[in-house]
Nanobody, 124 residues
Framework: QVQLVESGGGLVQPGGSLRLSCAVS????????IGWFRQAPGKEREGVSC????????YYADPVKGRFTITRDSAKNTVYLQMNSLKPEDTAVYYC?????????????????WGQGTQVSVSS
């Protein structure tokens, strides 16, 4: 049973914007923090932006600070990642996950609490 479902990826030109969505169950949203991660070809997966499980503060990786924004709509059980001023180096598969994240997106993710991923490609 899929617990998290991403959408919103696609192909965009440099400087463009995309908004990723992560639809989750109410249980997950009430008990875990949601984070966005990405994995580019040949690279390790990295944390992009997360809510902290302890105080719901937000974390952004240095490469995306000032360009990406993570938000949560509890009424829709959805977490968003607004990505502006996209660069070719943002090209990756983006995943959302639910876990006990600390400030830097590090934390335990229960089995099955990763989304299937959505491709973001930034190219002219």
């Amino acid at each position: 049973q899929v617990q998290l479902v991403e959408s919103g990826g696609g192909l965009v030109q440099p400087g463009g914007s995309l908004r990723l969505s992560c639809a989750v169950s109410r249980f997950i949203l009430d008990h875990y923090a949601i984070g966005w991660f990405r994995q580019a070809p040949g690279k390790e997966r990295e944390g992009v932006s997360c809510f902290s499980h302890s105080d719901s503060s937000t974390y952004y990786a240095d490469p995306v600070k000032g360009r990406f924004t993570i938000t949560r709509d509890s009424a829709k059980n959805t977490v968003y990642l607004q990505m502006n001023s996209l660069k070719p180096e943002d090209t990756a598969v983006y995943y959302c996950a639910a876990g006990l994240f600390d400030y830097d997106c590090v934390g335990y993710v229960p089995p099955g609490y990763w989304g299937q991923g959505t491709q973001v490609s930034v190219s002219s």
